[in-house]
DNA sequence: GGCATTGAAAAGAATCGTTATAATTTGATA
DNA sequence: TATCAAATTATAACGATTCTTTTCAATGCC
């Protein structure tokens, strides 16, 4: 099961940190901070806020996250840590998982000075639904 | 020249404007409101960071500059706004322009839904000196 | 087995970047 | 130069994130 995959860091398994993975297991929402709490409050009334970070972060340590700065102002979680883009609304910040690959090779003389790490390429647009509320305003 | 670009947005210009389009023109440090701030709290030390934030906000408006995400909690501007994509360091977040062009196509089931506007590439990594910091640690 | 010690996790408090408000000042136009 | 909309500034508020303290659970020791 996929949930494991969390189990397995040597971490305490704490009822709000399950909480919190039950939530990430399989979720393409790409949520924030915000986000985890909300939906995790209900279950757990007492969980704060330092508890996501701090679960977050050791997730992110972890490699079982990545971090994602797409939206200005608050951090975006993905549970999903293969290779892929994204495609982001710029209106409602919905983000879409691409898994398609491209080549992104770059000069020497650029490569030897960086060493890179990774790539992550944004779309950036509108999605079906904000593009109808956009065609609505008169 | 390439100053003028500023100028002719039909907004009132004045000496804080002006220092802060002066600190911008040919800037490629990808600079924060902070580092807007204290660039130009010599010549003007009334400045605030309400001027900044404002003045960056217009001039975003305007299309004169590009507001990135790249850094996690707080803004980073680039007063190029021609296509382009960039090379982060994940350690010092210094940023360095790649002119280079991709083929970013996509199929045609994803674009019918999203109306793509543009596309950004983040290559991130170790800058040089951030490596041989890095080496320094036994 | 009970108790002290340790270290990690949770909660509450504080900080940081940014935005909003309101009063004053300024630049552009007539 | 007088007018007025627009810009600046100080201050306060806010949301997102981080820091510090407190709590708790696991372990070792008597």
Redesign the interface.
């Known amino acids: 099961m996929e949930m494991d995959k969390y189990r397995n860091f040597g971490i305490k398994l704490t009822p709000q940190r399950l909480a919190i993975f039950k939530f990430l297991n399989g979720n393409r929402s790409h949520p924030s901070a915000d986000d985890i709490f909300n939906a995790v409050k209900n279950e757990y009334p007492t969980m704060s806020f330092a508890t996501v970070y701090n679960t977050m972060d050791v997730l992110k340590s972890k490699g079982a996250i990545r ?1 994602l ?4 102002g608050k ?1 975006r979680y993905d549970p999903d840590c293969s290779q892929h883009h994204h ?1 982001i ?2 209106e409602c910040k919905v983000v ?1 998982d ?1 898994f ?1 690959e ?3 090779s ?2 020497s003389d ?1 490569t030897k ?16 639904r904000c ?1 109808i509320l956009a065609g609505k305003k008169h």
């Open positions: 971090e700065t797409i939206e200005s951090k495609l609304c710029v879409v691409i398609k491209f080549n992104l770059l000069s650029i000075d960086f060493n890179i790490k990774g790539t992550h390429i944004e779309f950036y647009g509108l999605c079906k593009k």
